[in-house]
């Protein structure tokens, strides 16, 4: 009784990750205009100049500088309670600050899940570890669900279609995000 239990909650979860594979084919251009759909400020990353000027343009290198120079990141995990005051210091906008802390917190689990897949698809080099890179990106992408209210662009077809496939299908509109990026 309980295999056949089993085997049908098989079946049917085999059912689901088919039909999720199926509508999630084909990510539209628009999951990687997040800036179009929420033009929230972008951080002031300048701000870590004098810790961080040698550690070159890469973004990747850049990036794992400030979260180190920040205490961010212990190895490849992120320190949730370092997060605020290394957004307080690249941002001025307060709300800009609770929606960044929050999707750093949703994006910690997925990135440290997921980074063997997210490494092909990033276009920059070995040089520098890419956790911190994959953080941020994170953190931006989903400002297509946070964005706050005043900000998005809500009578945006393409903002509409983007935010609907993102909902509907992730983890294929976060990759799709990140290769081009």
């Given at each position: ?66 979260f ?6 212990q ?64 953190a ?30 992730p ?11």
């Open positions: 009784m309980r295999t056949g239990r089993i085997l049908v909650a098989l079946i049917f979860l085999a059912l689901i990750v088919a039909f999720q594979s199926a509508k999630c084919k084909a990510a539209p251009k628009s999951v990687q205009n997040v800036n179009v759909c929420c033009p929230a400020p972008m951080p002031n990353w300048g701000v870590y100049n004098s810790e961080c000027h040698k550690s070159g343009t890469q973004p990747s290198c850049r990036l794992a500088c400030i180190n120079a920040s205490s961010v990141l190895g490849n995990r992120l320190i949730q309670g370092k997060v605020r005051p290394m957004l307080e210091r690249a941002f001025a906008s307060e709300p800009t600050i609770d929606v960044y802390e929050s999707n750093f917190a949703r994006c910690s689990s997925v990135v440290r899940s997921k980074y063997q897949e997210l490494s092909p698809l990033s276009r920059q080099s070995d040089a520098c570890d890419r956790h911190a890179l994959f953080y941020s990106l994170c931006y992408a989903r400002l297509i669900f946070t964005c706050p209210d005043k900000m998005w662009q809500r009578n945006n077809r393409m903002c509409q279609e983007a935010k609907a496939y993102a909902k509907t299908c983890w294929p509109a976060l990759k799709m995000f990140m290769k081009n990026t």
